[in-house]
């Protein structure tokens, strides 16, 4: 429980000038895990892993197939990019409301805290970086190639240019 009163400092710093922001980042980043029964863990994507592994029973020594009701997203913990944004805001409002009793609130802007203006409306920012990989290769084991499956191909498409049709090869 020594750990609790860490937290709970962490999430009063939050309310305040972020200076050491990445200190407190750190901090909720292993509140989130323990949230989700990782005590061990200190990073959401180390617990992410932890946790698709968990449910989906895979295992390094197998090959990973889709279980058949799917897989739920839902019960994961958000990655640390998304994470990160969402703890911006958290201290946007939390320094909003601590502050309440003062004319002004705050004076920081809300583009630095998570959100972004769009046709004067503000609207979160889920993450930075790409969604998606930018290729299949960076998230699919690759076969080796053999020696024997280049000399097919070419033999292969040898015989294609002399039987006339024109082929355009895309490999």
């Known amino acids: 429980m020594a750990k ?25 980043e292993e509140f989130v895990c323990h949230m ?3 005590n061990r863990l200190k990073q959401v994507n180390e617990a ?3 946790l698709f592994e968990k449910t989906y029973k895979f295992l390094d020594t197998e090959t990973f197939k889709l279980p058949k009701k799917g897989i739920d997203g839902s019960s994961l913990p958000p990655c640390k ?6 703890f911006l805001r958290a201290c946007y409002i939390a320094q909003i409301w601590s502050n309440a009793h003062l004319k002004v609130p705050t004076s920081d802007d809300p583009e630095d805290y998570g959100w972004e203006e769009i046709d004067n ?3 979160f920012t889920w993450f930075f970086g790409s969604q998606l990989p930018t290729s299949i290769d960076e998230i699919t ?3 080796e190639k053999d020696d024997d499956d280049e000399n097919i191909r070419a ?3 040898d015989s294609d240019s002399d039987n006339g049709s024109e082929r355009d090869d895309y490999d």
């Open 121 to 123: 409306k503000y609207n």
């Open 4 to 28: 609790s009163n860490d937290f709970i400092k962490c999430f009063i710093q939050m309310s305040k000038s972020l200076e050491d922001r990445d200190n407190i980042f750190e901090k909720i």
């Open 155 to 157: 033999d292969s498409s």
């Open 48 to 50: 992410r892993v932890a």
């Open 81 to 86: 990019s998304e994470l990160y944004q969402q």
């Open 141 to 143: 084991i690759q076969p």
């Open 36 to 38: 989700y029964g990782l």
